[in-house]
Nanobody, 121 residues
């Protein structure tokens, strides 16, 4: 079993920055792709970014490209996401996940509990 624990969410003004962290434990997953998804109230959970195990491949949703930066530390089995130039529409619960090379939430087997990000205008 894999446990994922997110942290770093909070309230920030538009234009500000936050850095999310997701620490993994349990079954060895250091070679698996890791991803961030988000879910706003009343909306479906949507893909934000993923990163492969060597950090040589990253993919971002168009809505965050150029503003968000995903990275990972395999020694600590932790994935990060630095979010810059935040907008009110970035407000959501952010989840990290472990799975495969995919932008679909159905291809991810393990999920964290989520961390709330609120961006005020």
């Amino acid at each position: 079993q894999v446990q994922l624990v997110e942290s770093g969410g909070g309230l920030v003004q538009a234009g500000g920055s936050l850095r999310l962290s997701c620490a993994a434990s349990g079954r060895t997953i250091s070679t698996n792709p890791m991803a961030w998804f988000r879910q706003a109230p009343g909306k479906e959970r949507e893909f934000v970014a993923f990163i492969n195990w060597s950090s040589s491949r990253t993919t971002y949703a168009d809505s965050v490209k150029g503003r968000f930066d995903i990275s990972r530390d395999n020694a600590k089995i932790t994935v990060f996401m630095k979010m810059n130039s935040l907008k009110p529409e970035d407000t959501a619960v952010y989840y990290c996940a472990v799975g495969t090379y995919s932008t679909s939430r159905y291809d991810y087997n393990y999920w964290g509990q989520g961390t709330q990000v609120t961006v005020s205008s």
